[in-house]
């Protein structure tokens, strides 16, 4: 379960984040967005699964990586298999109960 955040003062960029065991929300009304929530609880079952820390270390090696080849912040953010897996998936609400351990590893490029 999900601790939900109201934290505008934390975001300039982004609308909220999955920092376990919390999801940080930039507006009150994404708390009750079900695709966002979603998309940030497949976050928060990848990082459970690396054990938290390394979830952040491969995701930020892996937006280096990305951001040296692709030149763009943007298209590096949407090329980490973590965000590729929650994109992919938010929209399906049955799939973190049917999700296979280490999911995102069928995201990698």
Known sequence: MAILIHA????RKFIGCAFWPFIFVKRVGL???AVFINHERIHL???????????????FTEYLI????L????????????EKEAYAKERDFEYLKNRQVWGFLKYLN
Not at 8 to 11: D, G, N
Not at 48 to 58: A, G, K, S, T
Not at 66 to 69: A, C
Not at 71 to 82: D, G, L, N, P
């Open 71 to 82: 030149k763009s912040r943007h298209a590096a953010y949407h090329a980490i298999s973590f």
């Open 8 to 11: 505008p003062i934390l975001f």
């Open 45 to 59: 079952r990848q990082q459970i699964e690396l054990l938290i820390i390394p979830f952040y270390l491969w995701y």
């Open 66 to 69: 990305h951001l040296i080849h």
């Open 31 to 33: 708390k009750e967005d």
